[in-house]
């Protein structure tokens, strides 16, 4: 099944008697709450939602051609993690959108992220308001983990929550299509993030999401320079195949059609521009390659850069070397299970 803003499907995954669920899209964010005691200063309000927003990290990336738009057409696989921010929302009566960061947000991590309308969050949630015709008000809280910049897709997995927070919250009967048609307008990893699905091919600019089931669980070691990367400049500076791999035998690996060794077949045709647009990286990806004797791999437009783990035991193992030689944090990032029943 494909699923693209022409069309969508819904269905509803698993939840708690106490859990508020949000109809269709699927993602974690089907499991809303409705008291908040861990992100800010909401607790307590019986009218905020919460939810979380995971992070995707792509296990194949090929730029197969530039459109008219100038977006790039795109084949991809993403995979759906358990790392993740949270993102809390509560009516609002004087009816404008805010956002703020959660007390316990760290400084390091506010940098950089507008907490005005260039926020995908309220942009968002302007445009369901616009689409629905209402003029309410709501005030985000987002407490933030995954670093901007880094190819996690953050920002996008931030609207894709704020879509269904505000469904939620203003009009439980939106489709999903008019979710996923807003998505679309917004960015490229939107509606992965939107599907609830593990993991997906996704073509188009990202948009057009093809579900992909896996085989097994898997987990990553991932981390970040302090320098992040500019989306538009990295693919402004990646130079077009003349024929474009394609990610056919990757699905099959993953979804356990073939056997064979992931590391070998994961690829991504923006890391040579973003190498040399980011020495910081490139010098990260070096001494990584080096520590764990392994390939090491670039998620979407970078920054993050991340290595394949053989097992739980294996990633803490890395997480140890990593801390204790090059003095950096990483992540353990394990795919997260579908929400689509």
């Not at 850069?305 to 990483?330: E, G, M, N, P, Y």
């Given at each position: 099944m494909i699923?693209?803003?022409?069309?969508?499907?819904s269905?509803?995954?698993?939840?708690?008697?106490?859990?508020?669920?949000?109809?269709?899209c699927?993602m974690?964010?089907?499991?809303?709450?409705?008291?908040?005691?861990?992100?800010?200063?909401?607790?307590?309000?019986?009218?905020?939602?919460?939810?979380?927003?995971?992070?995707?990290?792509?296990?194949?990336?090929?730029?197969?051609?530039?459109?008219?738009?100038?977006?790039h057409?795109?084949?991809?696989?993403?995979?759906?993690?358990?790392?993740?921010?949270?993102?809390?929302?509560?009516?609002?009566?004087?009816?404008?959108?805010?956002?703020?960061?959660?007390?316990?947000?760290?400084?390091?991590?506010?940098?950089?992220?507008?907490?005005?309308?260039?926020?995908?969050?309220?942009?968002?949630?302007?445009?369901l308001?616009?689409?629905?015709?209402?003029?309410d008000?709501?005030?985000?809280i987002?407490?933030?983990?995954?670093?901007?910049?880094s190819?996690?897709?953050?920002?996008s997995?931030?609207?894709?929550?704020?879509?269904?927070?505000?469904?939620?919250?203003?009009?439980?009967?939106?489709?999903?299509?008019?979710?996923?048609?807003?998505?679309?307008?917004l960015?490229?990893?939107?509606?992965?993030?939107?599907?609830?699905?593990s993991a997906?091919?996704c073509?188009?600019?990202?948009?057009?999401?093809?579900?992909?089931?896996?085989?097994?669980?898997?987990?990553?070691?991932?981390?970040?320079?302090?320098a992040?990367?500019?989306?538009?400049?990295?693919f402004?500076?990646?130079k077009?195949p003349?024929e474009?791999?394609?990610?056919?035998?990757?699905?099959?690996?993953?979804?356990?059609?073939?056997?064979?060794?992931?590391?070998?077949?994961?690829?991504?045709r923006?890391?040579?521009?973003?190498?040399?647009?980011?020495?910081e990286?490139?010098r990260?990806?070096?001494?990584?390659?080096?520590?764990c004797?392994?390939?090491?791999?670039?998620?979407?437009?970078?920054?993050?850069?991340?290595?394949?783990?053989?097992?739980h035991?294996?990633?803490?193992?890395?997480?140890?070397a990593?801390?204790?030689?090059?003095?950096?944090?990483?992540?353990?990032?394990?795919?997260a299970?579908?929400?689509?029943?």
């Amino acid at each position: 099944m494909i699923l693209s803003v022409n069309g969508s499907h819904s269905n509803a995954g698993q939840y708690s008697s106490e859990d508020q669920v949000v109809n269709g899209c699927g993602m974690p964010s089907m499991h809303i709450r409705g008291s908040v005691s861990s992100c800010g200063s909401v607790a307590a309000n019986s009218d905020a939602l919460t939810t979380s927003c995971p992070a995707k990290l792509n296990v194949f990336l090929e730029v197969t051609g530039k459109r008219a738009d100038g977006y790039h057409e795109l084949d991809t696989v993403m995979l759906r993690t358990r790392f993740a921010d949270q993102l809390t929302v509560v009516p609002a009566k004087n009816g404008l959108l805010t956002l703020r960061f959660s007390d316990a947000t760290p400084e390091r991590m506010q940098s950089g992220i507008p907490l005005d309308q260039r926020n995908l969050i309220l942009r968002a949630a302007e445009a369901l308001r616009s689409r629905i015709g209402i003029s309410d008000g709501a005030e985000f809280i987002v407490h933030k983990r995954i670093p901007p910049e880094s190819g996690l897709g953050g920002g996008s997995s931030n609207a894709a929550s704020s879509l269904l927070l505000c469904r939620q919250l203003w009009a439980p009967d939106v489709s999903d299509l008019i979710l996923h048609e807003i998505a679309a307008s917004l960015g490229s990893d939107i509606n992965f993030l939107l599907s609830g699905h593990s993991a997906a091919i996704c073509r188009g600019r990202g948009e057009i999401i093809e579900p992909l089931p896996l085989a097994r669980r898997l987990t990553f070691v991932a981390l970040r320079p302090n320098a992040g990367n500019s989306t538009p400049a990295v693919f402004r500076a990646t130079k077009l195949p003349a024929e474009p791999r394609s990610s056919s035998d990757i699905a099959a690996l993953l979804s356990g059609r073939i056997s064979g060794s992931l590391p070998s077949m994961i690829f991504n045709r923006l890391t040579e521009a973003a190498e040399a647009l980011n020495p910081e990286m490139s010098r990260l990806m070096h001494r990584l390659r080096r520590l764990c004797r392994r390939p090491v791999f670039m998620s979407g437009s970078g920054s993050t850069v991340f290595v394949v783990a053989s097992s739980h035991v294996d990633a803490i193992a890395l997480q140890t070397a990593i801390q204790r030689t090059l003095k950096q944090t990483s992540w353990l990032l394990d795919t997260a299970p579908s929400e689509v029943a």
